[in-house]
Structures are given as structure tokens and as C-alpha cells.
T-cell receptor, first 115, second 112 residues
């Protein structure tokens, strides 16, 4: 079985500062990894995904994440945040090759960007 | 394309009542999912479907039922609603189980 741990439930940062949202996963098999963003009262939007290939993945809105297999991590980073990045961010994993596509989500990290 | 559409957006239900949450997608996706989101808990899978006529339980199926008579629609039925089912419900779909899922905007359900 897979599990996902998002180490910080809330991350407050000032505008234009860098941010890192941490995600660790546990799995006995290879996985695909995703980051989703949820703005208030909206559904989830895909930020980026790691399926294979380069371990540094670039997503929308200037976010990127690095897959580290040895540390079983997939931390999300942005070098300079904006007020509009205030949202909740979810890390998710899916078992490689699974036929159902079921995602396992972390509990989420609320990013609050202050002026 | 509208993507994944969920109705209603908000609803208040009395304890013991029943209700169907609607989900429809216009992307011809075979794979569809229902999640519930509770504060600080992330999303938990309730039921999923890999195609019309095929459904299966997820992590938290108790108190819910689903059907999948068409590719487009995947309704979620609550029978005998309980306060513990107060939550935000999200429907999602994908063409390929190894690709990202597309989410609807959610249904916010309160049971009083």
C-alpha cells in the first residue's frame, strides 16, 4: 500500500520569498507523483506530475518539483511567490502500472502568502 | 468543453434523508472517481469506475452507492444520511489510469 505525508499543514511566507512544500511517500513499488492546487471553494487543478524521465519537473505558475527516489520525496518549490499563490496544495501518488488509477492524497499544505 | 460538472454545488440535508450527487463529464473518459474531502484530512476515495457498468469500492464506501450506466455520468447516492457524511464531495475523471485526473468544482454537503 502507498501513503503520502505532507510534513507541514500550514506554511506562511511573505510575497516574493521562496517556498518549499514538502512531500514524502511510502511505497513498496514504483509510483507516479502529482501535485495539485486547490483555490478557495474550487476543485483541484494539476500543478505538475512525475511519470518518468527527468527528476526535475516543471509545472504551471512557476512551480517545480524534484523526485528523489532514495529519499522517497517529491518536494514542491517556487523561487518567488505571489499573493495569488495562496491556496491549499496536495501531493498525491499512484502505484505504477495500476489498472484503476486510484490516487492516494496527502493531507494538504495551506500556503498563505502575506504582503 | 465543460470538463467535469457536479451538481448541486451546495446542499443541506436532514439526518435520515437520501440524496444523489450528480457528476457528468464530456471528455469521453472511462475512469471516474468520487472523493470526499474533510478539513485537514486530504481526499479519500469513496468509489470508482473503470467504465460503463463497472464500479468498485474505494477506501471509504460505507453509506454510499454508485452506478455507471453511461460513460458520461457517475452519480453518487447517499442513503440514510448521517452527520458524519457532512463533507465536500469531488468527482474526477481520466482517460488513462496513469495520467492526471480532472476534477469538478465539488459539492458542499451539510447534514443536520
Amino acid at each position: 500500500a502507498q501513503s503520502v505525508t505532507q510534513l507541514d499543514s500550514q506554511v506562511p511566507v511573505f510575497e516574493e520569498a521562496p517556498v518549499e512544500l514538502r512531500c514524502n511517500y511510502s511505497s513498496s513499488v514504483s509510483v507516479y507523483l502529482f501535485w495539485y492546487v486547490q483555490y478557495p471553494n474550487q476543485g483541484l487543478q494539476l500543478l505538475l506530475k512525475y511519470l518518468s524521465g527527468s527528476t526535475l519537473v516543471k509545472g504551471i505558475n512557476g512551480f517545480e518539483a524534484e523526485f528523489n527516489k532514495s529519499q522517497t520525496s517529491f518536494h514542491l518549490r517556487k523561487p518567488s511567490v505571489h499573493i495569488s499563490d495562496t491556496a491549499e496544495y496536495f501531493c498525491a501518488v499512484k502505484r505504477y502500472g495500476g489498472s484503476q488509477g486510484n490516487l492516494i492524497f496527502g493531507k494538504g499544505t495551506k500556503l498563505s502568502v502575506k504582503p | 468543453n465543460a470538463g467535469v460538472t457536479q451538481t448541486p454545488k451546495f446542499h443541506i440535508l436532514k439526518i435520515g434523508q437520501s440524496m444523489t450527487l450528480q457528476c457528468t463529464q464530456d471528455m469521453n473518459h472511462n475512469y471516474m472517481y468520487w472523493y470526499r474531502q474533510d478539513p485537514g484530512m486530504g481526499l479519500k476515495l469513496i468509489y470508482y469506475s473503470v467504465g460503463a457498468g463497472i464500479t468498485d469500492k474505494g477506501e471509504v464506501p460505507n453509506g454510499y452507492n454508485v452506478s455507471r450506466s453511461t460513460t458520461e455520468d457517475f452519480p453518487l447516492r447517499l442513503e440514510l444520511a448521517a452527520p458524519s457524511q457532512t463533507s465536500v464531495y469531488f468527482c474526477a475523471s481520466t482517460r488513462d489510469p496513469n495520467q492526471p485526473q480532472h476534477f469538478g468544482d465539488g459539492t458542499r454537503l451539510s447534514i443536520l
